[in-house]
């Protein structure tokens, strides 16, 4: 049971950390954007946007003096993002973009973003060093009342 404990702690807590909620009800429009998005994006896309997801993150006031991430640095990642975005919607996915919205809304674009972006979250949260590193927990957690918890009827 400890063994089991110790392996899926990093893995929960990463993917509850870093991923986007699945969205209730896409549809069938919907799911073709997401999967286009997902499918079109590149390695170098893909690092692009875990850069800005992180710099972005870094934001938060409860984590902001931890991190140095100069205006111009943040700036250029912005930009490589939004380069990405663009060329997402514009080039690589404009039809299923352009069905999604016409047969399912605006809320279509969001909606595929989300899991979009929970597919990227999920990338920063699968890499063996953000794992080891959210496993370190371990080292402090006392996982027996933990398991005596749960385990009570």
Request: with cysteine; aromatic share 6%.
């Amino acid at each position: 049971m400890r063994f089991a404990a110790r392996l899926l702690t990093p893995t929960i807590i990463g993917l509850q950390l870093l991923s986007v909620p699945p969205a209730t009800a896409a549809g069938p429009y919907t799911d073709q954007l997401a999967n286009c998005l997902i499918s079109s994006v590149t390695e170098d896309d893909t690092t692009a946007l875990v850069q800005w997801m992180f710099a972005s993150l870094s934001l938060h006031p409860a984590v902001a003096e931890m991190v140095q991430i100069t205006d111009q640095d943040r700036a250029q990642l912005n930009a490589t993002a939004a380069s990405v975005f663009q060329t997402l919607l514009v080039e690589s996915c404009s039809s299923q973009a352009r069905e999604a919205i016409r047969n399912e809304g605006l809320s279509s674009l969001e909606t595929s973003f989300g899991l979009f972006g929970g597919t990227i979250g999920g990338e920063i949260a699968s890499n063996a060093r953000v794992l080891q590193g959210l496993s370190e927990i371990e080292n402090y957690l006392d996982i027996d009342p933990i398991v005596e918890a749960l385990m009570e009827e």
